[in-house]
């Protein structure tokens, strides 16, 4: 399904930029201390918002108001595409949250800001990699939520390529 596609292109666009952003503010922090000692605090609040954000995901990440039953399949799938994309898009949001409050604490620690900000990278980086680019449990997960009252959603047959009549 042609949705699913562009939300992957879009999600492999995404997940280079902590990379590029840490590449730029290596140069900005370079010549900021020279010093290499990580700001506990600072990387455990990191860590806080990134353990944060993963169970804002889970809890609401993936959730969609239910079909009603009697819904044709076809009908379902376009629906059901549509709030897996906005819930992709609100997962996406959640898990740069660890990497944006690594970046702004960066260059509030002063030492070791650099070290700070790798964590923060890497929390989001793997968020973005379990939650956001499109697999077959984040569909199956969206499509169960919008089953709850009954309506079948063949949303991971649309995922896999299969034709819904």
């Known amino acids: 399904m042609q949705q699913f596609n562009s939300l992957r292109v879009l999600a492999l ?9 840490g590449l730029a503010l290596w140069f900005v922090l370079q ?6 000692m990580a700001h ?12 944060a954000a993963l169970a ?14 009697g819904v ?23 898990s740069e949250l660890p990497m944006l409050v690594g970046l702004a604490l960066a260059f509030v620690a002063g030492e070791g800001g650099l070290i700070t900000y ?6 989001t980086l793997l968020l973005l990699l379990l939650h956001f680019l499109p697999n077959a449990t984040q569909v199956r997960k969206v499509q169960e939520s919008l089953e709850r009252q009954g309506a079948r959603v063949p949303l991971l047959d649309a995922f896999h390529g ?3 009549a």
Do not use: K, W
């Open 13 to 21: 666009a995404v997940l280079p930029m902590p990379l590029l952003l």
């Open 31 to 36: 010549g900021v201390d020279g010093s290499t």
């Open 40 to 51: 506990v605090p600072s990387i455990l609040l990191v860590v806080g918002v990134a353990v």
């Open 56 to 69: 804002l995901i889970l809890a609401i990440g993936y959730r969609g108001a239910p079909f009603r039953q």
């Open 72 to 94: 044709p399949p076809h009908v379902a799938v376009e629906r059901g595409a549509r709030v897996f994309q906005s819930t992709a898009f609100m997962r996406m949001a959640l």
């Open 118 to 123: 790798a964590v923060g990278a890497a929390a």
């Open 162 to 164: 299969q034709p819904v």
